[in-house]
């Protein structure tokens, strides 16, 4: 009994560490302008077919930690403040943490000057910063640019995704996915400015993306978890953004 109890409090630990640290994910891109109003944030719960989400209509600029939906895989709330209802695209979510055991983090939002490079041919986005190494197995587009609404549809999207660790929705979005929630931080603030670099890159000349040796040196010497530590280098000065950067930087599991 008394060891059931114990995994119940640590269950219930892990669940408000979470917590705390989508909000304070979810706080920070939206300061840095990469979630817009209807972008979100999920996490696994581990040990379950759960995770974390955003409501439908909570503002993402003031999510709280308790503000927080816990939905199953088939895209279902379970638990979550009365009234409200998980966010439309939950099932891309769902269907990508159903299928991708590695992922514990996923992120959607809709960041246009990466959604150019699904509008135009002959110009695939591809790793041109250093920090996009990260996605040096590939950028696929996933064709249909509906709202991930439906199961199906999520199912699609994750079948688009694949092992890769971003995907661009064509006219429509971005997902990136990762390890943690402090990790996925990192690499969305990573994702957009490598799509800004190409985006100029490209209106200035041919685009020399990193070689497959550049990439490979690049990863030789870099240390992730000690990356994920640092806060944004352009985390704005801001009462959420400073505290949401805090509980990150401590929280980093
Ligand atoms: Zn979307």
Redesign the pocket.
Known sequence: MARRARSQERSKAIERRLREQVAACTRLLNDLGILGY??HVGARLPGRDAFLVQSFDQSRAAIRPDDLLICDFDGSALGGPAGVRPPS?VY?HAEILRVRHDVHAVA???HDPSIVFTLVDRIPLRPVKNHAARWASGIPVHPDPS??SDPARGRAAARSLGPHHAML?RA??QVVTAETVPALLVDCVHFVENAEAMYRAASLGAVRPLTADEIARFLRGFDRDRHVAKPPGRCPVKRHGEDASRILRKQRG
Do not use: D, P, R, Y
Request: aromatic share 8%.
């Open positions: 209807s972008g695209e891309l959607h939002f809709h709202h991930v929705i429509h979005g």
